[in-house]
């Protein structure tokens, strides 16, 4: 009689433990190509599998849970007679940057009462909040910040660029709250949706935005001394 022994496989987040549903995995024989099982892990993050002759044996992820990364490496494990092999296997969450670039109109003096207007994208000291568009969730369902919540304030520098702190994925909006000095405020807020792709530890998405100068006039009042 063949000697037998189980295999419980287990799929974990890799900061906080939490089991992770719904992974895609292989299991091959010890020549590492024949598949003998392909399925995923159950609602506690687990594959159980019973009765496997004793022997070595490779299992491999194909399709990790949405949000996180793929880990595509070949792991050995041993099947031992009459005993429960138990191996872990952890998924690390990506995350994500916004990268902003901020531009507007400039001038320069031709003339004593002359204005040359032109474009720059490169305008510095504009600040700018990171608020939730929605309440932003682990594939697991824990909540990292309600809607409305501001994750991150940014504020460009002197190339005009101003780059978020690794946040969470999901939908934001740039709420920006101060303009760089004779610059209008932008009122239009800028949605960003940060979204995974499993082979990208950091997912960068770039926006642009513009102010426009502060224009005003100057009244010139003449009055009669006499």
Do not use: W
Request: hydrophobic share 35%.
């Amino acid at each position: 009689e063949l000697k037998k022994g189980d295999l419980e496989l287990t799929k974990a987040d890799i900061s906080n433990g939490e089991p992770l549903p719904d992974t895609g995995m292989r299991i091959y024989l010890d020549d590492k190509e024949t598949v003998i099982f392909e399925g995923r892990t159950d609602q506690d993050g687990k594959i159980i599998l019973k009765d496997l002759v004793e022997g070595n044996y490779y299992y491999q992820e194909f399709d990790a849970p949405e949000g996180y990364l793929i880990d595509e490496g070949l792991y050995p494990f041993t099947i031992k007679d009459g005993e429960i092999t138990k191996c872990e296997m952890t998924n690390k969450l990506q995350m994500g940057i916004i990268e902003l670039q901020k531009g507007g109109e400039t001038y320069k003096i031709k003339d004593k009462d002359e204005y040359v207007y032109s474009k720059t994208n490169a305008l510095a000291n504009a600040t700018f909040e990171v608020v939730a568009a929605e309440d932003i969730k682990s594939p697991t369902g824990k909540v990292y910040a309600r809607k409305g919540v501001t994750v991150a304030t940014i504020t460009t520098d002197e190339t005009g660029k101003a780059v978020t702190p690794e946040i969470h994925l999901g939908s934001y909006i740039l709420k920006e709250t101060k303009a760089p000095e004779g610059y209008v405020i932008c009122s239009k807020d800028i949605p960003v949706l940060l979204t995974a792709d499993e082979a990208t530890d950091v997912v960068t998405v770039k926006v642009n935005a513009e102010n426009r100068l502060a224009k005003g006039t100057v009244e010139i009042t003449k009055t009669d001394v006499s």
